[in-house]
């Protein structure tokens, strides 16, 4: 689903962060691994995130989507895949190709979605 306004994200994010929500209390409590807990943890907050800003700026949920996992994979796995920064570019480049959004909306949104992430995996939310 495409929505060019940023304005009208709001209510399709907060949906998704309701789904996230669901699924994170349910992973706490069929007491799944930390890791994934974190994880599902990092897709909620990130979503209510991206909601938030959606309401001034279109940040690209795409550049979070592809930040966070990076993030995800090179500090619970390895740092070898950090290597996934090299996919920005070409993020980059298809996002603005179309049109749906600026090279800084793209850039912003992978880096917001890395740090946030690489933050819950430190401070160990929610173990």
């Known amino acids: 689903m495409d ?7 709001f209510h399709p994010l907060l949906f998704s962060v309701m789904v996230y929500g669901l699924a994170f209390l349910g992973l706490l409590f069929w007491k799944a691994s930390p890791l994934v807990n974190i994880l599902m943890f990092a897709y909620m907050f990130n979503t209510m995130i ?6 001034r700026w279109k940040i690209s949920i795409h550049g979070m ?3 966070g996992p990076t993030a995800a994979l090179g500090y619970a796995i390895s740092g ?3 290597w996934m920064f090299l996919l920005l570019p070409l993020l980059l480049f298809s996002r603005v190709k ?7 909306q793209v ?3 992978f880096i917001l979605g890395f740090l946030l992430t690489i933050i819950q995996f430190r401070v160990g ?3």
């Open 50 to 55: 991206a909601a938030l800003i959606s309401g």
């Open 107 to 109: 850039i912003a949104g």
């Open 80 to 82: 070898n895949f950090y």
């Open 65 to 67: 989507a592809a930040g």
């Open 98 to 104: 179309l049109q749906a959004h600026t090279p800084m």
């Open 3 to 9: 929505i060019p306004e940023h304005k009208k994200r």
């Open 125 to 127: 939310f929610p173990l």
